[in-house]
């Protein structure tokens, strides 16, 4: 009988811009204090992509993903980039990166919105085509540039977020390691918890039957005050307790997949939005504080690229060892939630 194909991560890659914003320089941004921000969600800085695009992240990430993993651009067969803020709205982010990285023509590449469940996404979907055999060797990017959709004036949300990009290339292989089970949920009846419309005007769109100059004054006002900022915004109170619940549910259904406990799992490798979720999580689970990996205090919630640089980060470190179980999770805007239990 043969063994069966699994997906495991070959090679781990992260990047972070240059730029450091400090809580201290965000209290002179809006009306917050260090201890708030401290406190109540454990960030500390983030960084901010001033000259760098999402592509730009992608590339610098995916490119430590191939050396760490020993392969070239060449022997990629599928890319798929989880993000919400691409490079355009078409092509695709991937597309950007194929180019740029050199990977062969007619290798599918894609962009897959789950806000910051997008890498998760992005992984359960690349390894469904590893262990179908349609492809051997995928690059999974998760990327985000939220300074480009936050309110930087709305205390409520800009200190929460920062850029950055991780990567993995993810092989086949019919070894013991890899991906034992993985599960994508979403709720869209939730999707104004927390959302971004980030869109242009439409000339024909019902908002602007009457051109503004045809308008008196009042009406002008009254149509800029409808008109729906293309910012971020969140529930927060509510986004945290279905955070936690719904990561509680899909790590228990990944772990009961894998046909392991939570006793078993060496490292918790939860998405970084804020230090009071991911710690109910782990109380909820019963895990040990070393089995956690956390560095939001440094970075804060960077969307789709948080769990990719805390993996790059952890297996840098040393926290990860061959034949360790590892469990991924992470929830975000859609509403979308997803959880990876894998052998490392
Ligand atoms: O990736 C997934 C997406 N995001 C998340 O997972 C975030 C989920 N939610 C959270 O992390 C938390 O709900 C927040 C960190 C956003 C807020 O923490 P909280 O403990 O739920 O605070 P709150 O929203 O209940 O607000 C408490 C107070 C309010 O003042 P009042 O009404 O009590 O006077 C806010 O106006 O804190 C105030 N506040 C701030 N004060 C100083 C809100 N933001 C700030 C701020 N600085 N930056």
Known sequence: MGQTLRAKIAGTGSYVPEKVLTNKELESMVDTTDEW?????????????????????????????????GVSAAD???????????EMTFPSTACFVQSRLGI?????????????????YALDVAEKYIVSGIVKRALVIGVDRFSEIIDWTDRSTCVLFGDGAGAVVLSGTKGKSGIMASNIHSDGRKWDMLYAPGKGRCPFGKENAKKDSDKTESAKKESAEKET??????????TFKVAVRTMVASIKEAL????????????????QANQR????????LKLPKERLFMNLDKYGNTSAGSIPIALDEAYRQGRIKRGDIILFVAFGGGLTWSSAALRW
């Open 76 to 86: 990629i067969e599928l890319v798929v980039v989880g993000t919400v803020t691409p």
């Open 229 to 238: 900022p293309p910012y971020l915004a969140m529930s927060g109170n509510e």
């Open 256 to 271: 009961k997949a894998a046909k392991v406990s939570a006793d078993d799992v060496k490292l918790l490798i939860p998405h």
């Open 104 to 120: 062969k023509s007619g290798v599918p590449a894609f962009d897959l919105s789950a806000a910051c469940s997008g890498f998760l």
């Open 277 to 284: 979720i991911i710690e109910a999580t782990r109380q909820r």
């Open 37 to 69: 921000i401290t406190t109540r969600t454990g960030i500390r800085e983030r960084r901010i992509a001033v000259s760098e695009s999402s592509t730009d992240m992608a590339v610098h990430a995916a490119e430590r993903a191939l050396k760490s993993a």
